[in-house]
C-alpha cells in the first residue's frame, strides 16, 4: 500500500487495497424511516387520487365523467390546467418509482455480509496506530467502526455459509501470526500490515474437523468398552449420538438429510458394538 496523506485519502488506500476492509454505514433505521415517509407520501396521495376519482365519477360534468373512462378526457388539459385526478396520478408515479427504487435498494442491501470481527478489530487497531492511521478521522463520523453496529462489508464473505470456519477464522489467523508471521515480518511493508489468505484458514478448519470426525467413533468406542452396565452404555450411546450430529452440523455443510444418514449410520455402529461385547 503506499504512502498517501493522512485522513481520508489514508483510509481510502487501506480499503482499497485490502478489500475486505471495506466496511461501511448500513444505516438501517434512516432506510426504514425513508421508505415509512415515502410510504406515507404514497398513502396520502392515493387516498387524494381516489376522492377525485369518486369525485369526477358524480360529477354533473359530463366531461369530467368521462375522466373515469376516457384517457383522453383525462389527460387533456382544461384552460391550460391538468385535471386534479390526473395531476395527483403524476405526482404519485414519481413517488411511486422513488419508493420501488428505496424498497429494491433496501433487498439489495440486506444481502450484504456483516463484517467480520477480526477484520473490524484490525480496523479499529490501524486507525489509532500513530504510524498508520494516526486517527485519520476527525469528524462526527470518527466513531463507525468504534461502535461496531450497523455495519456491513461490501466484498462477498466466502465464508458466510461455513459457521465453522468462521468461529476459527480469528483464532487461527492469530495463532499463525504468532508462530510464523512475526517472523516472516509484515507482507506490506510500508503499511506494517501481515496478510493471510483465506485458504490457510480453511485448510487449518478443515483438518480440525477431520480430527473431531476422526476421534468421535474411537471415543465412543473407547469409553462404551469401559462401561460395564447395560443401562449406562445405552445413555452413552444416546449421548455420543448427540455430539455426533452436532459436529457434524457444526464442522460441515451437510444437509439435515444428510445429517440425519449420518448419526444414524453412527448410532448403529454403537448398537453392534454393545451386542457384540460382554458385559
Wanted: contains cysteine; positive net charge.
Amino acid at each position: 500500500m503506499k504512502a498517501s496523506p493522512e485522513g481520508y485519502p489514508r483510509l481510502a488506500a487501506l480499503q482499497g487495497t485490502y478489500p475486505q476492509l471495506g466496511i461501511y454505514r448500513h444505516f438501517e433505521t434512516l432506510n426504514a424511516r425513508n421508505l415509512l415517509y415515502l410510504q406515507a407520501e404514497l398513502v396520502d396521495l392515493e387516498t387524494s387520487l381516489n376522492e377525485y376519482t369518486k369525485e369526477d365519477g358524480g360529477s354533473e360534468d359530463s366531461r369530467k365523467r368521462l375522466n373515469n373512462k376516457n384517457w383522453f378526457y383525462l389527460g387533456r388539459k382544461d384552460d391550460g390546467v391538468r385535471g386534479s385526478q390526473w395531476h395527483t396520478m403524476i405526482r404519485l408515479r414519481k413517488k411511486l418509482k422513488q419508493y420501488n427504487q428505496c424498497l429494491f435498494q433496501q433487498r439489495q442491501l440486506a444481502t450484504f455480509d456483516h463484517p467480520e470481527a477480526g477484520n473490524l478489530e484490525f480496523m479499529n487497531e490501524w486507525l489509532a496506530d500513530p504510524r498508520q492511521g494516526n486517527n485519520a478521522l476527525e469528524g462526527l463520523d470518527r466513531n463507525v467502526w468504534r461502535d461496531g453496529k450497523d455495519l456491513l462489508v461490501v466484498p462477498l464473505d466466502t465464508l458466510v455459509g461455513d459457521s465453522f470456519t468462521r468461529f476459527l477464522r480469528k483464532p487461527l489467523t492469530t495463532l499463525c501470526h504468532k508462530l510464523w508471521g512475526r517472523r516472516r515480518g509484515p507482507t506490506d511493508v510500508e503499511g506494517s500490515i501481515c496478510v493471510y489468505g483465506e485458504k490457510i484458514v480453511i485448510r487449518s478448519a478443515d483438518m480440525i474437523g477431520t480430527a473431531i470426525a476422526s476421534l468421535l467413533p474411537v471415543l465412543a468406542v473407547a469409553v462404551l468398552y469401559c462401561v460395564r452396565e447395560m443401562l449406562t452404555r445405552l445413555g452413552m450411546v444416546a449421548l455420543f449420538t448427540v455430539l455426533f450430529s452436532m459436529a457434524l452440523m457444526a464442522t460441515t455443510n451437510a444437509k439435515r438429510i444428510e445429517v440425519f444418514a449420518a448419526t444414524a449410520a453412527f448410532a448403529s455402529v454403537q448398537v453392534v458394538f454393545v451386542g457384540s461385547t460382554t458385559i
